[in-house]
C-alpha cells in the first residue's frame, strides 16, 4: 500500500524538484493570510462552523424572505399546533413531491386543548418559491415571494416547521426574525467594544506611565462588579417607553460597556509585547511617524489576534441579550429576539404542551458553539509560524 | 508577604469606595424616587399616607436632598448602624430580607462547586492521561457543549424532561407546605430532597470548563522531565499522576478560588429565575423591576464587594503560591 503510493507521488515529487517550487517551499513564499487560511482550512470543526454560521447570518439578513407567514400574524386555530409534517408519501405509499396533509383541530371534551389531526383526503404541495404574504424587504420595497410555503394562504393551511407558539403564531418565522436581532447585537455589541477597547487599550499600552495606570484602574473598577448584576442594573434603568430601535441600541451600548474593558486588555498585552519587537525597533529608527509605526507596523501584526478575540466575544453578547431578554430586562414583547422568544418557555403550561417553544436554545446554542469553534480556529491560525 | 496583603487591602479601600459610588449612581438612574413610588402605591390601596411617616423616612434617607447627600446617608446607614434601608416593596428592612437569601444561595453555590469539583476532577486528570482515547473525545464533545449551553437552558430543558418523562414538577427549594415555615429539621429534609436539581445544572455548566482546564494544564504537567524522573525511579503510575502533577495542574482552582465568591451569592441569577428558587438572584430581578431601590441597591454594592474581597484573596492566595508575584509586585 505504503509502495503503491510512492509509487504513485513519484513523478510529481521529481517535477516539482525541478520547475515549480513544491509544497514545502510555498509554505516560505506565501503570503501571512495564505499561511493563515492553510491553518484555518486543517481545524474541520471551525470549517463546519463557517459554513453553519453562514446559514444563519443568511437566514438573518434576508428573514423576511426566509420566513414563510408573518411573524405578527396569529391564527386561533393554530394556538400550540405541533411542527407540520412534511411527507413525500401517501397513506397507499405512492410518493409524491413534498406535501403536507391539511390539518384539522379539534378540541378535548374535557380538557378543552386543543387536538390536531391530519386529513389524508387533502394534501398541500410544499413549493419553493412560493408568492405568500406581503412584505416590505429590509423596509425598502414590497415583495410577497417566500424561499418555502404552500400555495394557500395562512388562513386555509399553514406549513409549521417548528411548530406554532401560544397565539399560533408560525415559530419558525419567529426565529428567523429573531436570528436577525440576536446575531445582530452580537457583532454591533462588539464593535462598540471593540473601538472603545483598541482606541483606550492602545493608548494604554503605547504610551505607559501614568495614562496606563489610570486606564487600568477604571478597567479594574469596572470589572470588580459583577457582570450580570450590573447589566441587570443598567437595563432595568432603561425607560419602558421606547421603541424597539432605541432599546436595541441602548442593550447593546449595556453590554459594550463591560465588554471593552476584555478587549482595552487584549490589545494593551499585544502592544506592550509588540514594542519591544525588533521590526519596531527598526520601523523607529528608519524615521517613521508614530502614527505610521502603529498602523502600518503594529496593527497588522495584532489584527489577528484581535480578529480572534472577537470571534471569541460574540457570543458571549448573544448569550447576555438572550439572558436578559428572557429574564425581562433585555428587549420586549413587539422585538423578536430569540431570549423574548424563550420567554415562552418559562411558562410550565406552554412547555409540557409544545416542547417546540424550546427550539430557540438549539440555534443559540449551536450559534454559540460555532462562534468559540470559529475563534478557536482563528487563534490558532493567528500564528501561522509557531508549529 | 505580611507587607503584600497589607498593600493590598489598602488599595482595596479606594476600590471600595468607587463600587460603593457605582452601586449608587446605578440604582438611582430609573427615574422617580422610592417614597413617591411608596406613596403612590399605597393610595392606590385605599390606604391613608402618614405625612409624619413619610417625612422621617425623607429625613432618614435624604430624599429630596443633593445626590451626596442621599450618598452619605446611605453609606453611613450601612457602615455605622448596619441600616441597608428599607424595602418598599416588602415593607421591611433589606437587611432581614437578604441575609436568609445569602444563606440559602451560598448553601446551594457551595454543593454545587464541590459537586462540580468532584466531578471534573477525575475526569480531567482520565481525559488527560488517556488522550485521544474515545472517552476523552467523548469528554471533550460534552465539556464543549455544557461551556456553550447557559446554565438557564439546561434549566428549562431538564424542567420539560423532567416534566414529560418523570412527571415531576422543578421548581423551587421547598415543597408549598415548608415554604413560608420555620426552619427545622423537616425542611432540612425537604431542601435537600428538592436541591439536586438545581445543583446538578449549575455544576453542568462550571464542570465542562473545569474538566477543560484540568485536561490542559496536566497535559502540560505530564510531559515534565520530573514526571519522567519518576516513572524512571518505578513509581506507581497511579501514584505517580496523582501525587505531583496534578497538584500542580489544580492550582488555577485554588487561585480562582476568591472569584467565586461573589457567584457564591449570585448564585447563577438565570437557573434560579427559571427554577424560581428562593435565592439572591430572582429577589434582585424583582427588586430592580419594581424600583424598590434599597433592595437592588444593597444587592449591588455588596456583590461588587464581595467581588472585590474575592480578588483581594485570590492574590493573595497567589502571592503565596509563587513567591514571584509578591517578591515583583
Known amino acids: 500500500m505504503a509502495d503503491l503510493e510512492r509509487a504513485s507521488n513519484a513523478p510529481e515529487e521529481i517535477e516539482s524538484d525541478v520547475a515549480i517550487p513544491g509544497e514545502e517551499e510555498k509554505i516560505y513564499v506565501a503570503p501571512y493570510w495564505k499561511l493563515m487560511w492553510w491553518r484555518f482550512r486543517k481545524h474541520k470543526m471551525a470549517l463546519l462552523s463557517v459554513g453553519i454560521l453562514a446559514v444563519y447570518y443568511f437566514v438573518g439578513i434576508f428573514c423576511e424572505f426566509v420566513a414563510p407567514y408573518n411573524p405578527e400574524q396569529y391564527f386561533v386555530k393554530y394556538k400550540l399546533a405541533p411542527p407540520s409534517k412534511i411527507r413525500t408519501r401517501d397513506v397507499e405509499g405512492k410518493s409524491f413531491q413534498p406535501f403536507v396533509y391539511a390539518v384539522i383541530r379539534e378540541r378535548d371534551p374535557e380538557t378543552r386543548r386543543n387536538i390536531y389531526t391530519e386529513d389524508t383526503e387533502a394534501r398541500y404541495p410544499v413549493q419553493f418559491f412560493v408568492h405568500g404574504t406581503e412584505y416590505e424587504m429590509w423596509g425598502l420595497f414590497k415583495m410577497d415571494v417566500h424561499l418555502f410555503g404552500l400555495p394557500v394562504p395562512q388562513e386555509e393551511q399553514g406549513i409549521f416547521l417548528l411548530g406554532a407558539d401560544r397565539l399560533g403564531r408560525d415559530m419558525f418565522s419567529r426565529l428567523c426574525y429573531g436570528a436577525r ?125 484581535i480578529i480572534a478575540s472577537l470571534t471569541l466575544a460574540i457570543p458571549n453578547m448573544i448569550l447576555a441579550e438572550t439572558g436578559l431578554s428572557f429574564i425581562g430586562l433585555g428587549l420586549r414583547a413587539p422585538a423578536i429576539s430569540w431570549g423574548v422568544l424563550l420567554q415562552e418557555a418559562n411558562n410550565v403550561r406552554s412547555l409540557a404542551l409544545a416542547p417546540w417553544v424550546l427550539t430557540p436554545v438549539l440555534f443559540v446554542v449551536t450559534a454559540v458553539l460555532a462562534f468559540n469553534f470559529v475563534g478557536d480556529g482563528l487563534r490558532d491560525a493567528a500564528d501561522p509560524y509557531a508549529r | 508577604m505580611l507587607g503584600y496583603i497589607l498593600r493590598r487591602i489598602l488599595f482595596m479601600i479606594p476600590t471600595l469606595f468607587v463600587v460603593s459610588v457605582i452601586s449608587f449612581i446605578v440604582i438611582q438612574l430609573p427615574p422617580g424616587d422610592f417614597l413617591t413610588t411608596y406613596a403612590a402605591q399605597l393610595s392606590e390601596i385605599g390606604d391613608t399616607i402618614d405625612q409624619q411617616a413619610l417625612e422621617a423616612l425623607e429625613e432618614r434617607y435624604g430624599l429630596g436632598q443633593p445626590i451626596y447627600v442621599q450618598y452619605y446617608k446611605w453609606m453611613s446607614g450601612i457602615i455605622l448602624r448596619g441600616d441597608w434601608g428599607q424595602s418598599m416593596e416588602w415593607h421591611k428592612p433589606v437587611k432581614e430580607l437578604i441575609w436568609e437569601r445569602i444563606g440559602l444561595t451560598m448553601a446551594l453555590s457551595l454543593v454545587a462547586i464541590l459537586v462540580s469539583w468532584f466531578v471534573a476532577i477525575p475526569v480531567g486528570v482520565y481525559s488527560a492521561t488517556h488522550q485521544y482515547s474515545i472517552l476523552d473525545y467523548a469528554m471533550s464533545v460534552i465539556s464543549f457543549i455544557g461551556a456553550g449551553t447557559p446554565g438557564f437552558m439546561i434549566a428549562l430543558v431538564i424542567m420539560w424532561l423532567a416534566m414529560t418523562r418523570l412527571n415531576l414538577n422543578v421548581g423551587g427549594l421547598f415543597s408549598p407546605d415548608y415554604l413560608l415555615a420555620p426552619w427545622s429539621l423537616d425542611k432540612l429534609i425537604d431542601m435537600l430532597k428538592h436541591i439536586w436539581i438545581p445543583v446538578v445544572i449549575i455544576a453542568i455548566s462550571s464542570t465542562a470548563g473545569s474538566i477543560r482546564t484540568t485536561r490542559a494544564n496536566l497535559l502540560d504537567e505530564l510531559n515534565k522531565p520530573y514526571v519522567e524522573t519518576a516513572r524512571a525511579k518505578g513509581l506507581k503510575e497511579g501514584k505517580l499522576v496523582w501525587k505531583y502533577p496534578v497538584r500542580v495542574a489544580l492550582n488555577p482552582f485554588f487561585s480562582t478560588v476568591g472569584w467565586s465568591l461573589a457567584s457564591l451569592i449570585s448564585g447563577q441569577t438565570l437557573v434560579a429565575y427559571v427554577l424560581s428558587l428562593q435565592t439572591t438572584g430572582p429577589m434582585m430581578l424583582r427588586a430592580l423591576m419594581s424600583q424598590d431601590m434599597y433592595l437592588a441597591g444593597s444587592f449591588l454594592l455588596l456583590l461588587s464587594a464581595m467581588t472585590v474581597i474575592g480578588t483581594l484573596v485570590s492574590d493573595v492566595l497567589l502571592a503565596w503560591v509563587d513567591p514571584r508575584i509578591r517578591l515583583g509586585g
Not at chain 1, 211 to 220: C, K, S
Not at chain 1, 238 to 244: A, F, K, Q, V
Open chain 1, 181 to 305: 436581532i440576536s446575531l445582530s447585537i452580537g457583532m454591533v455589541g462588539v464593535f462598540l467594544s471593540l473601538t472603545l477597547g483598541v482606541v483606550l487599550g492602545g493608548v494604554s499600552g503605547y504610551y505607559g506611565g501614568k495614562v496606563d495606570t489610570i486606564i487600568q484602574r477604571i478597567i479594574e473598577f469596572i470589572r470588580s462588579i459583577p457582570s450580570i448584576p450590573l447589566w441587570m442594573a443598567l437595563s432595568a434603568a432603561l425607560p419602558s417607553d421606547w421603541p424597539i430601535l432605541r432599546l436595541y441600541f441602548g442593550i447593546t451600548v449595556i453590554l459594550s460597556l463591560i465588554g471593552w474593558t476584555w478587549m482595552a486588555r487584549v490589545v494593551r498585552g499585544r502592544f506592550l509585547a509588540l514594542r519591544e519587537e525588533d521590526f519596531v525597533m527598526a520601523a523607529r529608527l528608519a524615521g517613521s511617524s508614530q502614527i505610521r509605526i502603529i498602523l502600518r507596523h503594529m496593527v497588522p501584526s495584532f489584527l489577528s489576534y
